[in-house]
């Protein structure tokens, strides 16, 4: 979906997000770069490209990345190779690993700042959440880049998933996060708002509030 007038009816309940496996064009990138990249990385080099951009481009501030499954299609690939063929090429292993959607939209971007790569357990979005902003809210950082990211499940995988993290598909965001109200803040003041609610959920809180 494109146009911020789209994804506030989303928000409002008008419109729904269909499970499929686009993924999103990527023309500011060469194009050696993004040949090989999965949905999720595609999704997450968008996402914290755009929201750079409307924050007026500044490349040191550090991201965190928060995704329930990460690169999952890729990971069942490799899996795949390694029953069938009992080896893997490294290029395919070093595109699997969790943290690669935001190290490739670091690279893609010119972020020089750090980042990390959040896991939350259960399920929780909001485990995640208070761990992604914990430079902010202990002080040590004014700012932090939120960034939220899954792919779609693939079908063998389907029937196993532990937990129903409330996604309705391939969903990836990404939102300046900081205390002070002169940032540019789309985060909720309140923490405790987040609880409870699933990534998709708290997406919709967000564009409702802005």
Not at 13 to 27: F, H, I, N, T, Y
């Amino acid at each position: 979906m494109e146009g911020a007038d789209i994804w506030h009816e989303w928000a409002l309940g008008k419109r729904q997000l269909v499970a499929g496996p686009e993924s999103p064009a990527l023309d500011f990138t060469p194009p050696l770069f993004r040949r090989r990249l999965s949905q999720l990385s595609r999704m997450t080099v968008r996402v914290v490209h755009d929201a750079l951009e409307n924050a007026g481009g500044c490349r040191d501030i550090p991201q965190s990345f928060v995704s329930f499954r990460g690169e999952l299609a890729r990971q069942f690939s490799v899996d795949m190779t390694l029953i069938t063929e009992l080896s893997v090429l490294p290029a395919a292993f070093s595109l699997s690993v969790f943290n690669a959607p935001i190290a490739l939209a670091a690279i893609a971007c010119g972020l020089k700042g750090s980042y990390s790569a959040i896991f939350p357990p259960e399920g929780c979005f909001y485990d995640g959440f208070v761990t992604a902003l914990a430079p902010v809210l202990c002080g040590d950082e004014p700012q932090v880049l939120l960034v939220y990211g899954d792919e779609l499940v693939p079908e063998e995988y389907r029937d196993i998933c532990r937990h129903d993290c409330g996604t309705c598909g391939p969903l990836a965001f990404a939102s300046l996060a900081s205390l002070s109200r002169s940032e540019q803040c789309r985060i909720p003041c309140r923490i405790e708002a987040v609880q409870g609610l699933s990534p998709d959920g708290f997406l919709k809180r967000l564009l409702l509030e802005a």
